[in-house]
C-alpha cells in the first residue's frame, strides 16, 4: 500500500466512524477524544487528516452530497418521464436515509447542534440543491410532456421536498425504529395524482 493509499483508507476509516457513532449514539455529542478511542487512534492522528471536527462533518456532508446527485444524474439519463424521476428520486433518498441512519442525524440536523453555522448552512444547501432539482423536473414535464403542476412548479417541489425532509426527521425522531420507507409506496399514490395535469388545448 503506498502512503497516499494509506492516508486515504485511513480518512475514510475516521468518516465511517463517525458515521458509526452519529448511529449508535442518537441525542450523544460527539467528542474527538470519543471518535479517536473509536478508530484506535490518538487524537492528534485524527488532526493528522482533518484540521477540526467540523471538517469532518463537513466529509461526511460531501459524501452524502456526492451519493445522492451521482445517483439522481443517472436517474434523469434512464428514466424519461417526469413522474418516473420524481419517484425514483424520493425513492433514492428514502431508501439512502433508511441505509445510513447516521447520515440522517446530519441531515436532520439533530446532531449540529453547537456546531459551526457553516455545516448547517451545508445541510440547507442539500435541500435547496434537491429542491432545484424538482423544480427543474417538473418544468420539464411542461415543455417536453405538455403536463403542467396544479400549482407552480415552485409551490409543488417545496412540498416534495418537505416530504423527504419530514420522513428523515421521524426516522431520526424514533431513533430509527420508524424507516423512511415505510408505507411509502401508498403514500406515492396518494401524492402522484396531484402533481400534474395535462395541459389544456
Same mark, same amino acid.
Request: hydrophobic content about 40%; charged content about 25%.
Given at each position: 500500500?503506498? #502512503?497516499?493509499? $494509506? #492516508?486515504?483508507?485511513?480518512?475514510?476509516?475516521?468518516?465511517?466512524?463517525?458515521?458509526?457513532?452519529?448511529?449508535?449514539?442518537?441525542?450523544?455529542?460527539?467528542?474527538?477524544?470519543?471518535?479517536?478511542?473509536?478508530? +484506535?487512534?490518538? $487524537?492528534?492522528?485524527?488532526?493528522?487528516?482533518?484540521?477540526?471536527?467540523?471538517?469532518?462533518?463537513? +466529509?461526511?456532508?460531501?459524501?452524502? *452530497?456526492?451519493?445522492?446527485?451521482?445517483?439522481?444524474?443517472?436517474?434523469?439519463?434512464?428514466? %424519461?418521464?417526469?413522474? +418516473?424521476?420524481?419517484?425514483?428520486?424520493?425513492?433514492?433518498?428514502?431508501?439512502?436515509?433508511? #441505509?445510513?441512519?447516521?447520515?440522517?442525524?446530519?441531515?436532520?440536523? /439533530?446532531?449540529?447542534?453547537?456546531?459551526? /453555522?457553516?455545516?448547517? /448552512?451545508?445541510?440547507?444547501?442539500?435541500? *435547496?440543491?434537491?429542491? &432545484?432539482?424538482?423544480?427543474?423536473?417538473?418544468?420539464?414535464?411542461?415543455?417536453?410532456?405538455?403536463?403542467?403542476?396544479?400549482?407552480?412548479?415552485?409551490?409543488?417541489?417545496?412540498?416534495?421536498?418537505?416530504?423527504?425532509?419530514?420522513?428523515?426527521?421521524?426516522?431520526?425522531?424514533?431513533?430509527? #425504529?420508524? %424507516? %423512511? &420507507?415505510?408505507?411509502?409506496?401508498?403514500?406515492?399514490?396518494?401524492?402522484?395524482?396531484?402533481?400534474?395535469?395535462?395541459?389544456?388545448?
Amino acid at each position: 500500500m503506498t #502512503k497516499l493509499e $494509506e #492516508k486515504l483508507s485511513r480518512r475514510d476509516q475516521i468518516l465511517q466512524s463517525l458515521a458509526h457513532m452519529l448511529e449508535t449514539q442518537p441525542g450523544a455529542r460527539i467528542t474527538t477524544a470519543n471518535l479517536a478511542r473509536e478508530v +484506535g487512534v490518538s $487524537e492528534a492522528a485524527l488532526y493528522r487528516h482533518f484540521p477540526s471536527k467540523a471538517k469532518m462533518l463537513e +466529509g461526511l456532508i460531501s459524501y452524502i *452530497e456526492e451519493v445522492i446527485f451521482t445517483r439522481i444524474n443517472r436517474i434523469l439519463a434512464d428514466v %424519461p418521464d417526469a413522474l +418516473g424521476r420524481i419517484e425514483h428520486t424520493l425513492t433514492l433518498i428514502l431508501t439512502f436515509a433508511e #441505509k445510513n441512519p447516521g447520515m440522517c442525524r446530519l441531515l436532520s440536523g /439533530d446532531a449540529l447542534s453547537g456546531e459551526t /453555522d457553516r455545516l448547517r /448552512d451545508r445541510i440547507h444547501q442539500v435541500f *435547496e440543491r434537491l429542491e &432545484t432539482q424538482l423544480r427543474q423536473i417538473l418544468r420539464d414535464a411542461e415543455v417536453h410532456e405538455g403536463k403542467l403542476t396544479m400549482v407552480t412548479a415552485s409551490a409543488t417541489a417545496n412540498l416534495l421536498t418537505a416530504v423527504v425532509e419530514g420522513r428523515i426527521r421521524q426516522y431520526v425522531r424514533s431513533e430509527f #425504529k420508524q %424507516p %423512511p &420507507t415505510g408505507r411509502w409506496d401508498e403514500q406515492w399514490q396518494l401524492l402522484q395524482p396531484a402533481l400534474l395535469r395535462e395541459r389544456q388545448v
